[in-house]
């Protein structure tokens, strides 16, 4: 592992990164940096706000992928870091993981958080058979810069007890196959992978791989063995392929 100042500097290059970043029209930026958008102008050393569970230590022997951190008016309604977590606490995407992480039985694991994209987006107001809602489409060249500067050399340099890798949903999945060194599986629609354990390498590492749904996708069925199972059972069967000590 590469020295405490070295990931110090991968966070200082994260919160000055533009390289995504566009203005609208308007003049509204379409990407900012997390800390920018909390009312109080604090900025914790965090590569990524998301932490459902415990702390997010560089000891850690299981690496979690998710999507991204929501959109900007979410971030935008707490003064700090602390109203953040409480805020963090109730999320439903939060509570259905550690829900999941019960079932695998990694809940008190050493487990690292990190998404696929690092900055945050602006929500677009959208009406929606259920009523109104604030989302933006997700950008695969978000992926590949996050994932090409960030993810890369947080996995390979800083996580050195990292040997499981779980993702969450398909950006996350492409994320980490962006930066694998190659693929040993032909490519396949997410849903056909769920909880299938893949080897893979980043920088001439070993990895294991499991990909799994977004919560948000829970309610899906997954072809199993001999019948469908929800994509959240499927969680209870990877408690078997995942050995942490």
Avoid at 2 to 16: F, G, H
Avoid at 131 to 148: A, D, F, H
Avoid at 187 to 192: A, H
């Amino acid at each position: 592992m590469k020295n405490i100042e070295s990931y110090e500097k991968l966070i200082k290059d994260r919160q000055a990164c533009t390289k995504c970043h566009q203005k609208d029209n308007l003049g509204q930026d379409n990407l900012r940096q997390f800390e920018k958008l909390l009312s109080e102008n604090v900025y914790p050393s965090l590569l990524s706000p998301w932490c459902p569970v415990g702390e997010n230590s560089l000891n850690a022997e299981i690496l979690i992928v998710g999507q991204d951190f929501g959109i900007f008016q979410y971030l935008e309604e707490e003064k700090n870091m602390d109203g953040l977590k409480l805020k963090e606490e109730g999320n439903s995407t939060n509570e259905k993981l550690r829900d999941y992480l019960q079932k695998a039985g990694l809940l008190n694991a050493n487990i690292y958080f990190t998404n696929s994209i690092l900055c945050i987006k602006n929500g677009e107001t959208k009406i929606t058979k259920k009523g109104t809602s604030m989302s933006t489409p997700i950008k695969l060249k978000w992926c590949i810069n996050c994932s090409e500067t960030f993810l890369k050399p947080l996995i390979t340099d800083h996580l050195i007890n990292v040997k499981i890798i779980i993702t969450l949903g398909k950006h996350a999945l492409f994320s980490i196959n962006h930066i694998a060194d190659s693929l040993n599986n032909e490519i396949k629609p997410l849903i056909d992978l769920i909880a299938i354990k893949q080897c893979i390498h980043i920088s001439n590492k070993p990895y294991t791989l499991i990909p799994m749904l977004h919560p948000s996708f829970d309610h899906l069925s997954v072809k199993g063995q001999k019948e469908a199972k929800k994509a959240k059972e499927l969680w209870e069967d990877i408690k078997d392929k995942i050995y942490v000590n």
